[in-house]
């Protein structure tokens, strides 16, 4: 049967009128890995929980508290990254490049020669092996693209000016 190792550490909130609880959780064996580890924490002050919350980004890490027009700023960021990275995409100018894109990889002698145009593109980040199980071609690759990878692939004028400004909404001051 499997047991956790559970830690739990109390911190005075906020406000200081109660507490932030932090738990660790690890499997209860000599040869635990970092990735079996887990972080949560709760707040446990009413007033704090109206305007912090706890944030990380996945489970494996560490949690924060952070205010909570934060969050939500980041959030909306992420959203207006994500809004205009789709309207480069679908730009005049990116329906243009693309077939071009395509043929560059396409054209490519060999699976080799392929994979490098790939990567170089950035486009794949695998190693040869992995790339000649499943092989694929520059529509695939080219159908995976971000807005923005495209836009650094052409390195069009107006396609990256619309990356820089859809960069610059992405951005956002964000303390974790």
């Not at 109206?50 to 959030?75: C, F, L, M, T």
């Not at 809004?83 to 490049?97: F, M, P, Y």
């Not at 077939?99 to 054209?107: H, L, R, T, Y």
């Not at 699976?111 to 695939?140: C, H, N």
């Amino acid at each position: 049967m499997a047991t956790d190792d559970v830690t739990k550490r109390l911190v005075t909130c906020l406000c200081g009128k109660s507490t932030v609880t932090f738990i660790t959780s690890m499997p209860d064996h000599p040869w635990v890995r970092a990735s079996q580890t887990s972080y949560s924490a709760t707040i446990d002050c009413k007033e704090c929980r109206e305007n912090y919350v706890v944030y990380q980004e996945s489970y494996k890490d560490q949690p924060g508290i952070v205010h909570r027009d934060e969050v939500e700023a980041k959030n909306a960021a992420r959203e207006n990254y994500w809004v205009a990275d789709e309207a480069i995409k679908q730009s005049e100018e990116a329906e243009r490049l693309r077939p071009k894109i395509i043929a560059a990889i396409d054209n490519e002698s060999s699976m080799a020669a392929r994979l490098r145009k790939l990567i170089e593109f950035g486009l794949s980040d695998e190693s040869y092996g992995t790339y000649r199980k499943q092989p694929y071609g520059g529509v695939e690759a080219i159908g995976r693209a971000t807005g923005a990878t495209v836009a650094r692939i052409g390195n069009n004028e107006a396609l990256s000016r619309n990356y820089f400004a859809m960069f610059a909404l992405g951005t956002c001051c964000f303390r974790k």
